[in-house]
């Protein structure tokens, strides 16, 4: 069983910057896809990165590309969300995962990930 435990959302203005750190303790992280999604008010979650287990291959949505870097250090069981020019409309919840599948290749579907965090709040102002 992984556990996942998303930090370092917050209050930022236009422009500004966050990173996001997913914190997973159980099986081994190093074998799985990690992916960051969000989901804002009123609105269906949606695919924001993806990061493959060894950290070669990523992938990102239209709305993250230029502007966010998934990364990831095995070692500490952890995956990170750079974001940087922040927009109001990037004000959501955001959440990390897991594709416990081993050595899955990377995906932006939220049904092919099994372990999700609680979620941390990023919220944008203008």
């Known amino acids: 069983q992984v556990q996942l435990v998303e930090s370092g959302g917050g209050l930022v203005q236009a422009g500004g910057s966050l ?4 914190a997973s303790s159980g099986r081994t992280f190093s074998n799985f896809a990690m992916g960051w999604f969000r989901q804002a008010p009123g609105k269906e979650r949606e695919f924001v990165a993806v990061i493959s287990w060894r950290g070669i291959s990523t992938r990102y949505a239209d709305s993250a590309k230029g502007r966010f870097t998934i990364s990831r250090d095995n070692a500490k069981n952890t995956v990170y969300l750079q974001m940087n020019s922040l927009k109001p409309e ?10 416990e599948m081993a050595y899955a290749s990377i995906s932006s579907r939220a049904a092919e990930y099994d372990t999700w965090g609680q979620g941390t709040q990023v919220t944008v102002s203008s």
């Open 19 to 22: 990173k996001l750190s997913c």
């Open 90 to 99: 990037d004000t959501a919840v955001y959440y990390c995962a897991a594709r």
